[in-house]
C-alpha cells in the first residue's frame, strides 16, 4: 500500500514544478543531485520536531522542479527524502520518464514557483498522538527563464506522519 501510494505520488511529480511562498532560493543542493548549477528548489531545513514544518517542506520539495539542475521530475522525490521513511522509497525507478510538461518547460529552462497551503479537513489533527495526516496543497506554476508560463498545476497532498524518536517522519503520501 506504501509502495502504491508513493508511485502515485512520483507519477503525478511528472507534470508539475516549483518555487514556494516557504522561500526556495537558499542554502545547497543536496548530495544527491548532482549539479554545477544551485537547484531554485532549494529551502532551508526545517524543525524536525515540527510536524506542520516537515509537511510544509516535504509538500514544497515534492512539487518543487528544476529542469537547470533535475534530470527528471523524480529529483524531487530524491530531494524529500530527509522528511520520508526510506521504505516509501523502496522499489521506486531512480528515474522518471519525461513527459510534455517536462520537456516544454525544459525547453525554457524551466522551473515551478510553487505555493504551499495548509488544509484543515475538519479539524485540526492531534499533534499528541500518532500516526497523524496533515493536508497541504501546492500551487506550481511552470515558469521560464525567458519569461515563459505554463499552466498552474493544484496538488492536494495527504501525508501520514509519525514521530520516530522525536523526528517526524512521512511515511504515506496520498494525492
Known sequence: MKRTLALLA??????????TSTSVNDTTTPNDVITTA???CIQPEPDLTDANAVADAAALMLACHDTQT???????????????????LDGLPTEAPADANWTEMALHHGWTEVTVETIIMEAEPDLSSTPVILTRMTTATPTGDDGWSGSTETTYWSLTMEKMDENWVITNIGL
Open 38 to 40: 544551485e537547484s531554485r
Open 10 to 19: 512520483l507519477l503525478a511529480l511528472s507534470g508539475c514544478s516549483t518555487n
Open 70 to 88: 533535475d534530470s527528471s521530475s523524480f529529483d524531487a522525490m530524491r530531494r524529500a527524502t530527509p522528511w520520508l521513511d526510506p521504505a516509501l
